[in-house]
Structure formats: C-alpha cells, structure tokens
Antibody
Framework: EVQLVESGGALVHPGGSLRLSCTAS????????MTWVRQAPGKGLEWVSG????????YYADSVKGRFIISRDNPKSTVFLQMNSLSAEDTAVYYCAKCTKVITNTASFDYWGQGALVTVSS | DIQMTQSPSTLSASVGDRVTITCRAS??????LAWYQQKPGKAPKLLIYQASILESGVPSRFSGSGSGTEFILTISTLQPDDFATYYC?????????FGPGTRVEMK
C-alpha cells in the first residue's frame, strides 16, 4: 500500500524559512513524479510545485517561483519543499502527492499525504 | 496560465438525486482533466482522471465526460458519503491548476 507522510510543518515568522519533507513507502519512488499542493484555511486547493521522477525537472506556481525549491532524494524515497521568504499568504496545509507518471505534465495525483500545517505569523 | 472555473460553487441535493458539476478551462486541455473529492480535514481523493476514466476503487455512480474546455462530473445517485467538496484539476502542462471547488451539501 502506498503511503506518504509529511513532516516539518511549523509556526514561522514572516520572512523566515522552513523545509517540508514527505517520505513515501509502498512504491518504486523514482518511477513517479511528485508534487506539492497547498490549501489555505477555508480555501481551495492550489498547486505549488512538481518534480520529475529523476529530479531533473522542476516546476513552480508563479506565486512561489523564486522562493520555494522542490527536490528529492530517491534512495530515501523522500521529496522536499524548501520554503524561503515566507509571508502570511503562505499559511496553509501543504500536501505532498504522488503523480501517476514519471513526469508531471498530463499526470493526475493518485495518492496524498495527510498534510503539514505551515503557519506564518509574527 | 490556464484558469479553471466550476459551477455551481455550492449545490444543495438529497440522497438519491442525480448531481452534475461543470468545470471549464480557459483554453483547450484535451482530456487532461481530473476530479477529486475532499471531505473536511482530509486529503483530496482522486475520482476520475483523463476526463472520464474511473480511478480504481471509486464507485461506478461517479462518471466524467468532456474534452477541450468543458467537462462534467456526474454522480448518478447521490449517497450519504458523497456530501463533500469536489475539485477539477487540469494537468495538461507543466503548470497545473485546480478549479475553485463545488460544495455538495444536504438539502
């Protein structure tokens, strides 16, 4: 059974940084692209970033481009989201999700983690 | 970027009703459209991918149709477990977007 477990959510001050991790089990990790999706309190889903199976291709939403970095460690079956220059608008539950393909485009998200809460506040 | 809209934003229905939700894309996305169900405090669940393919384990009362810019999610006979929020998701390119969601509530 595929399982995704996020960690690293926390309260952080505006302008601060945080790194989220998502560790997968039950799959051949490098065979699938991975993605991060966030959901602000009471709001809808927002795609944040995606990374191909070999880590060679990364993609970002305009709202986080230049501030967030996605990466992965395939031997450890883990994907990361490094978040810098955080603001209140980044407050959300961050979900990692497994893509259905090794590349992100044309792939839907078939398994999701439980979510990690990131709160940006002074 | 491709923008997604959904209608209605909220839908009031009763158990046994037939429910349809429409999703529109700002430009053609072929059939690269997925539907998800989300319940409060839970992660989204994939229902339909490639516009009309039912994800394994999803009840057959859910179906999807459409291509290009207009897509429909249909629940043939609404069950108590189906009261939730539904999101469409375009995955046609490297930048992806979700629709704003449709909340299906009890009438």
């Amino acid at each position: 059974e595929v399982q995704l477990v996020e960690s690293g959510g926390a309260l952080v001050h505006p302008g601060g940084s945080l790194r989220l991790s998502c560790t997968a089990s039950g799959l051949t990790f490098s065979s699938y692209a991975m993605t991060w999706v966030r959901q602000a309190p009471g709001k809808g889903l927002e795609w944040v970033s995606g990374i191909s199976g070999n880590g060679g291709s990364t993609y970002y939403a305009d709202s986080v481009k230049g501030r967030f970095i996605i990466s992965r460690d395939n031997p450890k079956s883990t994907v990361f989201l490094q978040m810098n220059s955080l603001s209140a608008e980044d407050t959300a539950v961050y979900y990692c999700a497994k893509c259905t393909k090794v590349i992100t485009n044309t792939a839907s998200f078939d398994y999701w983690g439980q979510g990690a809460l990131v709160t940006v506040s002074s | 970027d491709i923008q997604m809209t959904q209608s209605p934003s909220t839908l009031s229905a009763s158990v046994g009703d037939r429910v349809t939700i429409t999703c529109r894309a700002s430009q053609s996305i072929s059939t690269w459209l997925a539907w998800y169900q989300q319940k409060p405090g839970k992660a989204p669940k994939l229902l339909i991918y490639q516009a009309s393919i039912l994800e394994s384990g999803v009840p057959s009362r859910f179906s999807g149709s459409g291509s290009g810019t207009e897509f429909i999610l249909t629940i043939s006979t609404l069950q108590p477990d189906d009261f939730a929020t539904y999101y469409c998701h375009q995955c046609s390119g490297f930048s992806q977007t979700f629709g704003p969601g449709t909340r299906v509530e009890m009438k």
